[in-house]
């Protein structure tokens, strides 16, 4: 039992990432372009950077601001295998929506995540927010614990 466990909390201890729900609909259709189009939205949201740091690309080191990327053309069609001309249409669209900013550099490219910060909030503090006060008790209202209520039958 406690070996299931472990391995529970292994698995969800790596984070999470939200997705909307018009992206994984998209995910999901029919049409093989509204596929690829939520594949690369899900591709970028997965790269995004969590936390200010330096980026490594092409053997440049290029400052990455929390919900950006770092990455070239190039990479993402090896991450997503979606053609170069087909990605190149896909992330004007995602502009277009104004789901995503573009940024071109002459080796890389810089993509961020537009809204990343209101949707992936960082907890200010790691100590929780201290309780309310406990609900009052209904008048004539008995509580009995199920294993009580259980063992009169």
């Not at 990455?71 to 979606?82: C, F, H, V």
């Amino acid at each position: 039992m406690k070996t299931t466990e472990n391995k529970t909390l292994s698995f969800f201890s790596k984070g999470f990432t939200k997705v909307p729900n018009e992206i994984l609909g998209k995910i999901y259709s029919e049409q093989p372009c509204a596929r690829m189009y939520g594949f690369l939205y899900l591709c970028l949201l997965y790269h995004a950077s969590f936390r200010d740091r330096d980026a490594i690309i092409n053997a440049q080191t290029v400052p990455c601001r929390r919900g950006e990327w770092v990455t070239s053309y190039r990479i993402i069609e090896q991450k997503t295998n979606i053609s170069r001309s087909c990605l190149r249409e896909l992330l004007e669209t995602l502009v277009e929506d104004g789901l995503i900013s573009i940024r071109r550099f002459a080796r890389f490219t810089v993509i961020t995540i537009i809204g990343y910060d209101g949707w992936f909030k960082i907890p200010a503090s790691s100590t929780p927010a201290p309780a309310g006060p406990p609900s009052p008790l209904r008048q004539g209202e008995v509580f009995i614990p199920v294993y009580t209520r259980l063992m009169e039958n």
